[in-house]
C-alpha cells in the first residue's frame, strides 16, 4: 500500500505561474519586520495608515502610524496626497479585513498601498515593536 502525499496530491504550479503569483502577493503586502527596519533606517517611503476606529488607534498604534479609518477613505480624504504617494496600511491582525478594505479603496483611488501582515497584533504582541499608547487614568 503506498500513501500519496497530501502536499503533492495538487501537482505544484510551474514556475512561471509561482514567479507571477509570487510576485504580484509581494507588490501588495509588507510585513512588519520590513516596515519597522525602514523607519528605523529613515528609508520609509510611504504614508503607514491605521486603518482601524479612532478609539483603537488611541488605545495603541504602531510608531509614526497615522490614523484613517477605513470607513473615511474616500477621494476628499485622500485629495492632500499626490497620486504617488504610497500607502501601507494596517489593522487588527490575521482576522480582521479591514486593512484589504482599506487596501481596496486605497487602490480604486489611484494609489498604491500594501497591506502589513498580521497587524497591530504581530506588530506589538510578537515583535514588540515600539507603540505609541494612551494611558488611562489607572497607569497615572
Known sequence: MTTQSNVLATAPSSQADALAFFTTKLGCETDCSDVYADIKNKTNDFVF???RSTEAFAKSHAMTAISMPHANINESTFSVYDKDTVFVVYCWGPGC???????????ALGFAVKEMLGGIHYWEDFERYPVNRRMNEAQV
Open 49 to 51: 495608515l491605521d486603518v
Open 97 to 107: 479585513n479591514g486593512a484589504a478594505k482599506a487596501g481596496q479603496k486605497i487602490a
